[in-house]
């Protein structure tokens, strides 16, 4: 099996499919896994071939997951060396389970992992999802919080819901951020020299005739622009735009 | 349009579609936005028409909402009355502008919506995503995290993703709690191989004599034993508990 280069990728959850029926679906059932830096993939009694020209098709890129993917003949061969099961599904049942919200099982699943224990989701057919008795073998339910009068998903939707919540408990680090591109933020510095310039310009022509509220109209002005961090480049676009606004058509020739 | 009762639907984010080719993806995002409690979609010079049969068959109930969707020659037009838009990107571009990840946009668009603060968010075309003077329009960005090297979604599972956030922002309290198990969790096959001991016994005394409650009688026995993860040596213990219960007293000497 390959291996993406990961400290805890040998634990991440394995997905296991319950009787899938169509091609497509095990395709971009392993096509969302690998969006979510999942890899290990079971397949309990499928229908279709995993390998069909469909599956394949569908699987946009992740292949690699599908040759990987083992067959079972039961569940129970299926989760035999897990230690932990989830099973996920839309319907409540009369059957007394811990239920947890993804981002809780998920939580517990990567605390788990670092001590060896390794997780299984369980997802059911298309159309049936978990039997009863399929239900038996899991430790606990995972529901996966959607409009209750309109919750059905598709297979692979359900799968990258659970997985998008892997990703961002195992590989994500909320670094909310400033993209600036090429050129780096400008300084301090550069901001206000441009703040001058503006100013300077503006006051030549009676921007600020109103001395008492120069103060206040100053400040308008610089909040609009010290906003948002401005680059480097932009400051230089800036000076610019003032450059060619103070020009009269005359300069031109 | 018809309102979900809820007091904050009519200022829930807009979902925008900027040039969707596919009249199935527009019906899957349909979906998608109906199991999240989201309804209002507008669509900016999409190729196929909503209301095709491929989209009404893909929307698998949400057809509604394709109904209600408003279609836009422009998107200055489609955005015009809202007060921030957000876009969504998977290429990272060189623009200055903050990006987020979901939750944090959804948290602000929550807390925004409070206020009478009307948002979008906007998704690209299918396999070109947003041209950048698509995004000049945008407040901010938001990044879906996911496996970098393998990143690209189907249009409507960006829309899923950021509608789950959504939903669970809006009309989820997690109440679940996890207790965690010993650290040295039983595998599923130890866990069979004591239940398999503990019914063989109880068979062999008539604890199954009423064939047709059978099956149930087992079930609620094994959702006893697997509500949580048991420890090896949990099942070491019931394994020697079985052992006792089954001797005859006349054992002992």
Redesign the interface.
């Known amino acids: 099996m390959k291996k993406i280069s990961n400290t805890y990728q040998e634990h991440a959850p394995v997905i296991i499919l319950v009787r899938p029926q169509l091609a497509e679906n095990m395709g971009m059932v392993a096509?969302?896994m690998?969006?979510?830096?999942l890899s290990e993939l079971r397949l309990v009694k499928p229908r279709d071939n995993p390998l069909d020209a469909k599956a394949i098709a569908s699987a946009?890129?992740?292949q690699s997951i599908l040759e990987d993917a083992k067959v079972y003949a039961s569940l129970?061969e299926a989760?035999?060396?897990?230690?932990?099961?989830y099973a996920t599904t839309a319907r409540r049942r009369d059957?007394?389970?811990?239920?947890?919200?993804p981002?809780?099982?998920i939580?517990?699943t990567y605390?788990n992992l670092q001590?060896g224990?390794k997780t299984g989701i369980l997802f059911g057919a298309e159309r049936t999802g978990l039997e009863?008795?399929e239900l038996?073998?899991?430790?606990?339910i995972i529901e996966?919080?959607?409009?209750p009068i309109?919750?059905?998903?598709n297979l692979s939707?359900a799968v990258?819901?659970i997985g998008?919540e892997w990703?961002?408990k195992a590989?994500?680090t909320?670094n909310?951020?400033?993209?600036?591109?090429?050129s780096a933020l400008a300084t301090k510095a550069e901001s206000e020299a441009f703040l001058q310039h503006l100013e300077r310009e503006l006051d030549k022509r009676g921007y600020f005739r109103f001395t008492d509220k120069r103060e206040r109209m100053s400040h308008n002005l610089r909040n609009i622009f010290t906003r948002?961090?401005?680059?480097a480049s932009?400051i230089k676009t800036l000076h610019g735009v003032i450059t060619d606004l103070i020009r009269t058509p005359n300069d031109e020739k």
Chains 1, 2 share one sequence.
């Open positions: 096509r969302a690998m969006n979510c830096s946009s890129g992740a129970d989760v035999a060396d897990l230690n932990v099961v059957m007394v389970k811990p239920i947890y919200a981002a809780k099982a939580e517990a605390k001590q224990v009863n008795d038996i073998c899991a430790n606990a996966i919080p959607l409009n309109h919750c059905s998903l939707q990258l819901l998008y990703f961002q590989h994500f909320d909310t951020t400033y993209k600036t591109g090429d948002l961090p401005l680059s932009e």
